[in-house]
């Protein structure tokens, strides 16, 4: 099969990890009225695009990407994606087809976010009517912890941060599932509203430099996000705001590039959008960007998000979604961080609606029947020009691979 050599469009740019690339037909099938496109996956984390909010995400074509199990009950969000030596462990909090409306903690897995493993449940709800709104991390020797919300921490009580702790990300504290108890739920020391605190779904865990960072938010006490640190992962230590606004913050990733360190933050209002902010120092965010708004009215009301990475690339961000304001019929669905491919028409056509497949592949939508002409490359930031096929022709129903990039493929 003949490989399309492709060239690359400098335009004063520094030189990319690659001078060519090839683009080959590959075995596969796409969609109708479409083509895939491999290959096109997040390269390293670029902070010059997130500064300036130039990032082109895809919404994945399977829209939910993850519905509930059958049952009596049916609502899945607040995922949590780990990276695994294989691929990406999902937690997640849900209804998922249970006889009854209490949300408890559930994790799957995946290689590729193409195909997904068997479900299991892993937290059950216990002394709470609910534990949900779980932040997971794999801690550099292997073990893992997980921070969830637990309601009520007390009879009559209010939202608070549970933590959960795992030697193999399946049995937490040795149970499967390990039913939550009141010795789960964690303190932060140094918190003047602590008493009167509703932490209600924004307890993002980080770990780094063998310190746990607990971000949250008080519902009585809006108005800023709090980081807070421990080193037993049971009390935490109030380190004061770290964002002046009401954001409900669900995420924050680190990321290590060359001698500068930046911080990545996730958030939504359980509305139309969701946002991300930026730090150096972990301490002190930057006003936040939009992350993305609804893609359409089955995804209306967000209500949790996670970021999925891969050691120092963002290849996307998961979230909990549904269309009522009830906020109990909610699915997972996924946008991705990727190059932008377009196909230039000889006519003068441009076709560069796409949709993505997973984080590693798009589907770019084409009408029936041969075009001729060229593909062109573009960066994660959508504008950044990487290459340009030479004329071929191409069919709706093809599957082809770009080579030689950075993507997730």
């Known amino acids: ?19 060519q690339v090839a683009i080959r037909r590959v075995e596969g099938d796409a969609p109708p009225g479409t083509i895939e ?13 997130w500064e300036a909010g130039t990032l082109n995400f895809n919404f994945d074509a399977r829209s939910p990407l993850l519905t509930p199990r059958e049952g009596e009950y049916r609502n899945i969000y607040a995922p949590s994606a780990v990276r695994e030596d294989d691929g990406w462990r999902i937690y997640y909090g849900a209804w998922d087809g249970v ?7 559930y994790v799957t897995s995946t290689s590729d976010f193409l195909d997904f493993g068997e479900r299991r449940m892993v937290i059950d709800h216990g002394v709470f009517i609910h534990v949900c709104n779980c932040c997971a991390i794999k801690l550099p020797d ?40 009141y010795d789960d739920l964690v303190a ?16 993002a865990i980080l770990y780094e430099d063998g310190v746990y960072r607990l971000y949250f938010l008080d519902w009585h006490n809006p108005g800023h996000i709090y980081r807070a640190s421990s080193t037993d992962f049971e009390t935490f230590v109030n380190d004061g705001p770290v964002y002046d606004g009401t954001l409900a913050v669900n995420d924050v990733r680190r990321f290590d590039l060359n001698d500068e360190t930046w911080y990545l933050l996730a958030a939504h209002l359980n509305g139309d959008t969701m946002w991300y902010a930026l730090s150096r120092d972990g301490m002190n965010f930057d006003p936040a960007h939009v992350l993305t708004h609804n893609q359409s009215a089955d995804d209306r009301y967000m209500v949790a998000v996670g970021w999925v990475t891969d050691e120092n690339r963002v290849l996307g961000f998961l979230y909990g979604a549904g269309a009522e304001s009830h906020l109990a019929a909610n699915r997972i669905f996924a946008k991705w961080l990727q190059k932008k491919v377009v196909f230039c028409a000889n006519d003068g056509r441009v076709f560069n609606e796409a949709a993505a497949h997973g984080p590693d592949a798009l589907r770019l939508k084409v009408p029936e029947g041969e075009l001729t002409g060229r593909f062109r490359v573009f960066a994660e930031d959508g504008v950044t020009p990487l290459a340009e096929s030479e004329s ?12 030689g990039g950075d993507g997730a493929g």
């Open 37 to 49: 496109i491999r290959g096109v996956g997040a390269g390293d984390f670029r902070p010059e695009s």
């Open 142 to 181: 292997g073990a893992y912890r997980m921070m969830c919300t637990a309601y009520p921490h007390r009879e009559g009580g209010l939202n608070r941060p549970a933590g959960f702790t795992s030697a193999d990300g399946l049995h937490w504290d040795w149970e499967l599932p390990h039913v939550a108890d």
């Open 188 to 203: 932060i020391e140094g918190y003047e509203n602590w008493e009167d605190a509703d932490i209600n779904g924004v307890n």
């Open 99 to 105: 006889e009854t409306p209490n949300d408890r903690i």
């Open 1 to 19: 099969m003949r490989l399309m050599l492709l060239t690359v469009a400098m335009l004063g740019l520094a030189l990319p990890s690659y001078a």
């Open 392 to 403: 071929l022709a191409i069919e709706a129903g093809q599957c082809w691979r770009v080579a």
